[in-house]
């Protein structure tokens, strides 16, 4: 990030005032196609994309030399199933059934991957049918299952989204990632969903075709049904029913987007979006948190503790512990809890500390180790304190037991504003 790029987005968020915003305002007629890498810097999609948090395509220029376009896939465009069995056939991979609604969503079996590409291959001789189902191999870990060699042959991060922050905590721990491949036949598809603690996605089809349908945030309300429920399919015609959705208006449609081979889609923060294979598909997507979604996330992760409050409100008087229990049953249901946001905070300011003291030692320079460098790490350390201020003021923080955390959030947010003031020079 360049000295001019990230006083522009520190004025914007100024500007937002601690308000988060997930909306665009008016909701844009179309998603823009960036056709050219020359030219097309990281600037340009801060100012363009990530702080307006306006979807956007890439052309598959973006990622022309990634291995995985040549060697996963045959001349005529297909997965290349010898190829990948050899690399793959053993490692175990999620598939879930398109065909059973599982809540919003499908339930999911594990299996060898060479008995996926069987299925597949069935399923393709059926005439993109099969007695057992619609099945698609989703959020596979790939990048946990490979060494580091590997990958290299595999992709190659684009610039606009390596300030990741999900998955340097994740990798930090050395437990998790959110870097998936997805891989299924022509049907398969995703219901409608935003994506995981608001994050933002990337998502490269490394062959194949999908259909994005996009509902810009705020636009979901109108497809909830009379229990307050967001639906499973969007295509689907219950959705006219006016007894159904009774708050169904004749609203814009959704913005669509047919995602060709090799192209790159910029999911943005809190966007809702159901997408279809189109052809025999696979692609790689990421999950990614970071200064410009932060405050997205810390406002849905509020949301999900109130949700949580409201289920169980009528213990709230005769259950010791009651709070600590909403605390237990959100880290359950949402996959993280006050407590470890807080983590996730102090392991990346932690992290930007040690790149701003190596910065100052050697008076500037992008030698840091942080590919977007000294100016990216000084707009961290403001997104962080200004989330982590939020997060010391809330009343449920506050009667968390923090006595054995080995910073203490007060502490940790002196020092990211001592932080901030050392950045002033850069
Ligand atoms: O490709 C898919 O089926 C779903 C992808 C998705 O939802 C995402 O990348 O956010
Ligand atoms: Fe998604």
Same mark, same amino acid.
């Given at each position: 990030?360049?000295? $001019? +790029?990230?006083?522009?987005?520190?004025?914007?968020?100024?500007?937002l005032?601690?308000?988060?915003?997930?909306?665009?305002?008016?909701?844009?007629?179309?998603?823009?196609?960036?056709?050219?890498?020359?030219?097309?810097?990281y600037?340009?999609?801060?100012?363009?994309?990530?702080?307006?948090?306006?979807?956007? =395509?890439?052309?598959? &220029?973006f990622?022309?030399?990634w291995?995985?376009?040549?060697?996963?896939?045959?001349?005529?465009g297909?997965?290349?199933?010898?190829?990948?069995?050899? #690399?793959?056939?053993?490692?175990?991979?999620?598939v879930? /059934?398109?065909?059973?609604?599982e809540?919003?969503?499908?339930p #999911? $079996?594990?299996?060898?991957?060479?008995?996926? =590409?069987?299925?597949?291959?069935?399923?393709?001789?059926?005439?993109?049918?099969? *007695?057992?189902?619609?099945?698609?191999?989703?959020?596979?870990?790939?990048?946990?299952?490979?060494?580091?060699?590997?990958?290299?042959?595999v992709?190659?991060?684009?610039?606009?989204?390596?300030?990741?922050?999900?998955? @340097?905590?994740?990798?930090?721990?050395? =437990?998790?990632?959110?870097?998936?491949?997805?891989?299924?036949? #022509?049907?398969?598809?995703?219901?409608?969903?935003?994506?995981?603690?608001r994050?933002?996605s990337?998502?490269?089809? !490394?062959?194949?075709r999908?259909?994005?349908?996009?509902?810009?945030?705020g636009? @979901?309300e109108a497809?909830?049904?009379?229990?307050?429920?967001?639906?499973?399919?969007?295509?689907?015609?219950m959705?006219?029913?006016?007894?159904?959705?009774?708050?169904?208006? *004749?609203?814009?449609?959704?913005?669509?987007?047919?995602?060709?081979?090799?192209?790159?889609?910029?999911v943005?923060?809190?966007?809702?979006?159901?997408?279809?294979?189109?052809?025999?598909?696979?692609? !790689?997507n990421?999950?990614?948190?970071?200064?410009?979604?932060?405050? /997205?996330?810390?406002?849905?992760?509020?949301?999900?503790?109130?949700?949580?409050?409201?289920?169980v409100? $009528?213990?709230?008087?005769?259950?010791p512990?009651?709070?600590h229990?909403?605390?237990?049953?959100?880290?359950?249901?949402?996959? !993280?809890?006050?407590?470890?946001?807080?983590?996730?905070?102090?392991?990346?300011?932690?992290?930007r500390?040690?790149?701003?003291?190596?910065?100052? $030692?050697?008076?500037?320079?992008?030698?840091?180790?942080?590919?977007?460098?000294?100016?990216? &790490?000084?707009?961290?350390?403001?997104?962080?304190?200004?989330?982590? &201020?939020?997060?010391?003021?809330?009343p449920d923080?506050?009667?968390?037991?923090?006595?054995?955390?080995?910073?203490? *959030?007060e502490?940790?947010?002196?020092?990211?504003?001592?932080?901030?003031a050392? +950045?002033?020079v850069?």
């Open positions: 990030m360049d000295r $001019e +790029t990230r006083a522009f987005a520190e004025r914007h968020f100024r500007d005032g601690g308000r988060v915003h997930g909306g665009c305002g008016l909701a844009p007629s179309g998603v823009a196609f960036v056709q050219f890498p020359d030219g097309f810097s600037a340009d999609f801060v100012k363009g994309f990530l702080l307006p948090n306006l979807p956007c =395509v890439f052309s598959s &220029a990622t022309e030399g291995g995985s376009r040549r060697r996963w896939v045959t001349p005529a297909k997965p290349d199933f010898e190829y990948l069995l050899k #690399k793959y056939g053993d490692v175990v991979v999620p879930a /059934n398109c065909e059973v609604q809540y919003n969503s499908n #999911k $079996e594990l299996m060898p991957f060479r008995d996926y =590409v069987s299925y597949w291959k069935e399923y393709i001789r059926g005439g993109c049918s099969s *007695p057992r189902g619609c099945l698609y191999l989703k959020d596979w870990h790939l990048c946990r299952d490979s060494s580091v060699e590997d990958l290299e042959e992709f190659t991060l684009p610039v606009y989204f390596s300030s990741d922050w999900l998955n @340097e905590f994740w990798d930090t721990l050395d =437990v998790d990632d959110y870097r998936f491949v997805y891989a299924g036949p #022509k049907g398969t598809w995703s219901p409608f969903h935003a994506d995981i603690f994050s933002f990337w998502s490269v089809n !490394i062959c194949g999908k259909k994005w349908l996009f509902f810009p945030p636009q @979901e497809l909830r049904d009379c229990h307050g429920n967001l639906p499973y399919d969007v295509t689907s015609s959705i006219l029913d006016a007894h159904l959705h009774p708050r169904l208006q *004749p609203t814009t449609p959704p913005l669509e987007v047919i995602q060709e081979a090799g192209e790159m889609v910029f943005p923060s809190g966007w809702h979006h159901q997408v279809h294979n189109l052809d025999d598909t696979i692609s !790689i990421h999950n990614w948190v970071n200064g410009f979604n932060l405050a /997205n996330m810390w406002h849905f992760l509020q949301q999900e503790l109130q949700a949580v409050q409201r289920e409100s $009528e213990w709230r008087d005769s259950m512990d009651w709070h229990h909403c605390q237990v049953i959100m880290k359950s249901c949402t996959g !993280i809890n006050f407590e470890e946001f807080y983590h996730f905070l102090k392991i990346i300011a932690e992290k500390f040690l790149i701003l003291k190596q910065g100052l $030692e050697e008076a500037m320079g992008d030698s840091t180790g942080l590919e977007l460098g000294l100016q990216q &790490a000084a707009f961290d350390v403001g997104r962080l304190a200004e989330v982590l &201020a939020s997060v010391v003021a809330h923080f506050q009667i968390v037991d923090t006595s054995s955390f080995s910073s203490q *959030p502490e940790l947010l002196r020092q990211l504003e001592d932080a901030i050392t +950045t002033e850069f």
